[in-house]
């Protein structure tokens, strides 16, 4: 097949990252299990670190190989003829390439614009209310639904039904608000985001979900821990809250942008066991200031390495490209 130059750049580009794409996840997916179990012996909210950026990593690979190899290598060693024969299996990769990149996006928009929608809908069903003791407004939803939620990406909002506001009592509604604030802190709908907008591994099939749902789990006991602090009291507030609303019924179906107090009902009995029978974290060790700046240090290294090595390197991956095009 004969493709004229720039749409050869985009072919190779898609086919690249989908190659790389797909080993990389194929790789993760395989070591995930003993990476959920290694996560076990960890904090919380260091625990969900290393499992977002685990799922975040074939996608970054790939696009870094992308951005900073093929297209440099392409655009300085191809020669800008007018068009030239592509293999079919370069095209075949790319259209797939192209499918999971279209498929993500579409994803991430369907879910933006959930969001946009339910937001929507609570402003005008609902009115802002204050309560002592807390700093913002919260969203009340005229509705007797089991609903506690921090909702939006760019201004996240407090949602909160006029059941739950009846129900719980003040250090129950303090807790769990504390909880939702924890999301807010951590940027829990954007990360959400982030594993939308990643591409799959292949077009429709997701083999990384259960690092997804892991990292989920994790996020909601991070958000628990932050909430209480240690406080004993508070923790028995949190679990409580967590007990009356789930006596309420079942929860409404919340946009995927969106962290609700019950996010993962699944868990529930573990989530109160946690908060009732609290484990000692192991102190941490302190390290010297140089250890600290030892990993900035690498990365810096390897920054300065890339760019000396950038003409030979930029070579090899052109050749790679020759035999992927024909």
């Known amino acids: 097949m004969i493709l004229p130059y720039l749409l050869r750049l985009s ?99 369907h879910s933006l614009m959930a969001s946009w929608r339910h937001n929507r809908l609570c402003r005008l069903a609902g009115s802002n209310t204050s309560i002592p003791g807390e700093s913002s407004s919260l969203l009340v939803v005229e509705s007797h639904a089991p609903l506690l939620a921090m909702s939006g990406l760019l201004r996240p909002r407090l949602l909160i039904s006029r059941g739950v506001l009846q129900t719980l009592s003040s250090e129950e509604l303090s807790a769990a608000l504390l909880h939702e604030h924890a999301h807010r802190t951590s940027r829990d709908n954007a990360k959400r985001l982030l594993l939308l907008l990643a591409p799959d591994t ?93 990993t900035p240090g690498f990365l810096l290294a390897g920054c300065l390495t890339a760019l000396l090595l950038a003409p030979s390197a930029l070579s090899s991956v052109h050749q790679l490209l020759e035999l992927l095009l024909h």
């Open 202 to 294: 292949f077009p429709l099939i997701r083999p990384l979900r259960a690092l997804e749902h892991s990292w989920s789990r994790l996020a909601e006991w991070a958000a628990d821990d932050e909430a209480t602090t240690g406080d004993s009291n508070r923790a028995v507030s949190l679990a409580a809250a967590l007990i009356q609303v789930a006596r309420m019924g079942s929860a409404p179906r919340m946009p995927y942008l969106s962290t609700s107090l019950l996010a993962c009902d699944r868990d529930l009995s573990a989530r109160i066991d946690r908060l009732l029978h609290p484990v000692a974290p192991a102190r941490p060790v302190a390290k010297p200031a140089q250890h600290r700046l030892r």
């Open 11 to 109: 072919c190779l580009c898609f086919a690249s990252f989908f190659a790389l794409n797909l080993a990389a996840g194929l790789l993760v997916r395989f070591f995930s299990k003993s990476a959920i179990r290694y996560t076990e012996s960890r904090s919380p909210r260091a625990a969900a670190r290393y499992l977002l950026a685990l799922r975040l990593l074939p996608f970054a690979l790939a696009a870094l190989f992308v951005v900073a190899l093929c297209v440099p290598s392409y655009l300085w060693l191809e020669p800008a003829a007018a068009s030239e024969r592509v293999g079919l299996l370069s095209v075949f990769l790319g259209i797939l390439g192209a499918a999971t990149w279209l498929i993500s996006i579409a994803r991430a928009i």
